[in-house]
Each structure stands twice: as structure tokens, then as C-alpha cells.
């Protein structure tokens, strides 16, 4: 739809699940997703590939196990976000692309393409208590870097 038929509630929407989308990043950059779990429902899933972690209680044991392999430094980066929100209001769908760049180790690492990029598939609900939450939030690699990618092995 051109920008100019948006109105100022699906353009506040729209800010608001990217504020969401960014905010959880950042909390996976800076903060080794410590809170990553709190922007999911409970029964949320959050999915890299077939790499599938679902409910905040798997997402943070998640994020809570890939902090204690070591220090990792990432960037996840953000890009053409798009946000369709259902006609009841109380869902919405984003797809984007994020570029993740990453590898084990601190700051300064050496500067290398891509480690994934990936398309990203989000759905959003707007809980009881006011805030939007992922009830899915899915990366779709397409194309993947030599670095090495943070997935907990499988049982």
C-alpha cells in the first residue's frame, strides 16, 4: 500500500512491532537475550531453520545456554520491515530480513560477509495486558556465511 493511504493507527502499529523486533535484538546483542524470553507469549515460538524453541520457558533456557558456551558477539540487523495487521486488530504479521553478523569471542573481531541472512516471519498478538507479543517469530535462512551459527544441539 503507498505510504501515503497509511493511516496513524497502522502506522503506530507498524512502529511499535518494529520497536518490538529491534528491542529484542538488541537484548540479544548487549544483554545476552537475558529478557528475550518476556517478548513472547507463553506459548510463543521462536524458530531459526528447523531449530524450533517453543513457550518463554525454552526461549530463555535457550538464550540462558548459549551465554554460558562463552562470549559471542552479534549484530542482528533489521531491514524492509512490512507489518499487515488483521481487520479485528488484535494480530499482526511482519516479514523483514535480518543480517546476522556473529562469531564467539570479544570485540574487535575481524570484519567478514554475513553470517546469515534470513528472511523473518513474525506474528504479533495484543495481550490482556496491552503490549504485542510474538506468538511466532521465524527466521528463514537464505543465505549463510562461514561463521558459525548459535544452536543448541539436539537431544
Known sequence: MPTSQLNLEAMSIWFTLYQIEVSLWHDVNHNDGKSAHEFYTQD??????????????????????????GQRTSRHLVHNFKVDVAPEGQKAFAFGVVCLYAEDGLPILSSKPATMIADLHCEFVHCDDGFWRFAKHHLEPIFRGEGRLTAEPKA
Open 44 to 69: 510463543g515460538v521462536f524458530s531459526v531453520g528447523e531449530h524450533e524453541h517453543l513457550g518463554r520457558k525454552n526461549i530463555q533456557e535457550f538464550y540462558q545456554w548459549r551465554s554460558k558456551r
